[in-house]
């Protein structure tokens, strides 16, 4: 093992993140005492990520169940989570046992849903296996299915009982997938921390390699970030609409490409739109510095003409909005967020304009 880095994430229920290399046999230690069974739901076409966090479970003394879902954003339905809970009652698991979820974004975000629902709430433990999951998505207890009416419309906050990061998993990430990722790293760096920003302009080949000279310390930072903000606001009260930085034009784009499109890039293209309506709300003028870096990373920064009155609509379902007042996250500054309530319809136009292709 090469020195495993251990984030607590404070709050109500802490946890650890654990991020390394070789850390699969601390899996074990993340669960709360009393687990006999353990259901460990992955992608049904990566058995090889599930196998060796099987393999440390039942070497721990537990009963390990493999629960395979479909690949990707396929398994957030409510009929693959429905699929899952008659599984859960089949093997038998109850409020003492638990749930693993290993793999990407969608199947953290899906394990937790479910672990969230079975019985009112079973303890969940992430094994994120993208970049984007270990920086985002199994950190922070928001877990949730898409419906037809749009993107994580149905969900829980339930805080995992632990995060473990096994960074070799990154090895086998898609290219494209791991650039997705690295959307979200970009994020944390023009919400908190400039610092990786610099590190990502400094060598943007670099960052879209897991084996890049900067790629823990992006990883440790993003998770950083999401740490301090998440354990001072878990249900979003507030300060955790930060986060959402880019993604209300995001999700509505994801929606519109019916989810074939990767989250990353969805929310490449609404940091850019974000970007635009701060500077023509006359906040703050980043645009320049997204466009330049989102493009050195070889992310996407624009979306076709004809789609706004479609994604204007799908934007009025965000989760962010109060009755009819659509809301946005802005930047008043770099590392500043601030908000933009109830915008004129000409402004929102006005800045789809500036990304449209
Ligand atoms: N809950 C949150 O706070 C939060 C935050 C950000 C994103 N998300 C969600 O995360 C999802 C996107 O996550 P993602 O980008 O990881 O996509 P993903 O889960 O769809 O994974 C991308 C692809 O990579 C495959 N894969 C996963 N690990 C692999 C590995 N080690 N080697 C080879 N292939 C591997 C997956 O099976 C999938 O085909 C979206 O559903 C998004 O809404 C949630
Ligand atoms: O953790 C959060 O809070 C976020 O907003 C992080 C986002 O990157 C993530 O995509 C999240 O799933 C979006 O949440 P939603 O509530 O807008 O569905
Ligand atoms: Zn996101």
Redesign the pocket.
Known sequence: MSGATRITVRGDDPYDVVVGTGVLAELPTLFRPGVRTVAVIH?Q??PE?ARPVCEAIAAAGHEVAALPVP???RA?TAEVAAGLWSALGRHGVTRSDAVVGV?????T?LAGFVAGTWLRGVQVVLVP??L??MV??AV?G???IDTPEG??LVGTFLPPAGVLCELS??D???RD?YR??LA?VIKGGFIADPEILRLVEADPEGAVRPDGPHTRELIERKIRVKADVVGADLREAGLREILNYGHTLAHAIERDRHYEI???EAVAIGMVYAAELSRLAGRADLVARTRRILTAVGLPVSYRADAWPRLRDHMRLDKKNRGAKQRFVVLDDLARPGRLEDPAEELLEAAYKEISA
């Open positions: 992608p076409g990566l990520l690949d990707g954003e957030k793999g990407g974004g969608a199947t975000d296996t993208t984007l999951a985002d998505a922070g928001k877990n949730g993107k994580n998993t990154l086998g990430v898609p997938d997705a990722g979200e990767r989250h990353g």
